[in-house]
């Protein structure tokens, strides 16, 4: 009955949208560990944990000489950090609050910041940790060097946006079906594992088996990713357009479909 409202300027409101961005994006970054230098410590130990994991699997299996002349470390790196980077996008969004969560009572919030803000604290913490790494990595073992470090890390927004995108999807679909949404998450994630590209040289790849790669945006961002890092070596078989084209069309599958489950999704659907 008695309500008072406060009228907000064009750019007041847009400085009110972003300073809950900001407070719901630290929020994020600190829901998994309370100490954020101990959250990163983490995350640049399960991208070395990979690197590591990786180079002796290769140094076993003797296919080292397939990998792209030039520095095989970086060459690692540049498929683990997208890898890395799509996959904790998808699973922050798609895991992000929904209409029914107890945040949403809470004005001005609402479904809009709190994707933004889980897409856009991954990508913080990744930022971070790709550049703590490198730095560490170009003291112990020599300098780093990218023949386009803008296009590099351009492709690895790319591979974030696109994480995110399919996250969108994910969680607009979850109320409808939690437990097989989970399931193709699952899948998803895991099959990224192979069918990202980062175990091999997209190039070297016979083209009888690249249908079962070329699907995937994340396969394009690091096969780019790599030509923009090596100067020898020059993509044939994936494409800049194809990510981004995929990322947009997903992203307004995912605004669309979580407006339809905005207006219908009811907290009893939980119990």
């Known amino acids: 009955m008695f309500h008072y409202s406060k009228r907000q300027s064009g750019f007041s409101a847009a400085l009110t949208v972003l300073r809950l961005i900001f407070v719901n994006t630290v929020r994020h970054v600190r829901k998994t560990n309370g100490n954020p230098l101990i959250g990163l410590l983490l995350s640049v130990s399960q991208a070395m944990v990979l690197v590591l994991v990786f180079t002796f699997m290769y140094s076993i299996l003797g296919v080292r000489g397939v990998a792209i002349r030039g520095d095989f470390i970086l060459y690692i790196m540049s498929g683990i950090f997208l890898f890395l980077t799509h996959n904790k996008a998808l699973m922050a969004v798609a895991g992000s609050e929904t209409a029914t969560s107890p945040m949403m009572q809470h004005a001005p919030m609402n479904t809009a910041i709190a994707i933004f803000s889980a897409a856009l604290s991954v990508l913080y913490i990744q930022v971070l940790s790709v550049t703590v790494i490198l730095f560490g990595y170009s003291l112990g073992w020599g300098t780093v060097t990218f023949e386009n470090i803008a296009g590099a890390f351009s492709m690895l927004l790319l591979a974030w946006a696109s994480g995110a995108a399919i996250g969108m999807v994910f969680l607009a679909a979850k109320p409808w079906a939690p437990g097989l949404i989970q399931i193709v998450q699952q899948i998803y994630t895991r099959a990224n594992m192979f069918t990202s590209g980062k175990m091999f040289v997209a190039n070297q790849t016979p083209n009888y088996m690249l249908a079962m790669f070329t ?46 489950t905005r207006k219908r999704v009811s907290l009893s659907w939980g119990r």
């Open 215 to 260: 699907w995937n945006p994340l396969f394009h961002s690091i096969d780019q990713a790599r030509g923009f890092t090596f100067v020898n070596y020059n993509p044939h078989k994936s494409s800049v357009v194809y990510p981004i084209v995929f990322t947009l069309v997903f992203l307004t599958i995912g605004l669309l479909a979580e407006f339809f």
